[in-house]
């Protein structure tokens, strides 16, 4: 059974760039276009990673990997960010929030499917 990617991104072209990236390396992606919806989807159907932009509206990816490490069920699964933000400050609040990992976009596919697999298998 195909491991579930949710991605989580305000941009329609990055949240296309991910899926197409991720499906041909035979994962299933779920797409959500910000925070909000990203939880929802997320309360919705288990999934064994989610991907988050951070500036989005409605919700920002530091406030959706708080809330999502706030479920029992997504204490432990990998919660990679991927953003234009690279500042050390920045990072080092992604990972007090709880984020597993950093991505800076634009992302190479194939760097994103090795840390996918890394993480994930």
Known sequence: ???IVLTVDDS???RQMVSFTLKSAGYEV??????????DKAKAK???LV???????RMDGLSLIKSLRAMP????VP???LTTESSDTMKSQGRAAGATGWLVKPFDPQKLIEVVKKVIG
């Open 30 to 39: 779920i797409e959500a276009v910000d925070g909000m919806d990203g939880l």
């Open 12 to 14: 329609a072209s990055i």
């Open 79 to 81: 919660i990679l960010m």
């Open 1 to 3: 059974m195909a491991k």
């Open 51 to 57: 991907l988050t932009d951070q500036n989005m509206p």
């Open 46 to 48: 288990a999934c064994n």
């Open 73 to 76: 069920q997504y204490r432990s």
